[in-house]
Nanobody, 121 residues
Framework: QVQLVESGGGLVQAGGSLRPSCAAS????????MAWFRQAPGEQRDLVAN???????TYTDRVKGRFTAARDNDKNVLYLEMTNLKPEDTAVYYC???????????????WGQGIQVTVSS
């Protein structure tokens, strides 16, 4: 059974940095699209960064120039380097990964458990 486990959230002052990660494990599989989302209290879950299996990573305008997402395809790990954090970045951050077993071509969507990122002013 595939699982996504997130780590690296926490409390930081404005202007600080965090580097959450998301590791996929459980069987033999192929990873397709990966992404980071976030959800602030009372708001919908929004896309932060999208990392296709092939092609360029894209970001929401609100984090461009401050956040960098990366994927390690050998280790099946997704990262989000967050710098110059602002109070409005406070949210629960979720990783999202599309995965298929190596023996068929049906992809399924998986979500991490979510980690809290809190930025104090």
């Amino acid at each position: 059974q595939v699982q996504l486990v997130e780590s690296g959230g926490g409390l930081v002052q404005a202007g600080g940095s965090l580097r959450p990660s998301c590791a996929a494990s459980g069987g033999e599989f192929v990873v397709g699209n990966m992404a980071w989302f976030r959800q602030a209290p009372g708001e919908q879950r929004d896309l932060v960064a999208n990392l296709p299996a092939a092609g360029d990573t894209t970001y929401t305008d609100r984090v461009k120039g401050r956040f960098t997402a990366a994927r390690d395809n050998d280790k099946n790990v997704l990262y989000l380097e967050m710098t110059n954090l602002k109070p409005e970045d406070t949210a629960v951050y979720y990783c999202y990964v599309r995965i298929r077993p190596i023996d068929n071509f049906v992809y399924r969507d998986y979500w991490g458990q979510g980690i809290q990122v809190t930025v104090s002013s």
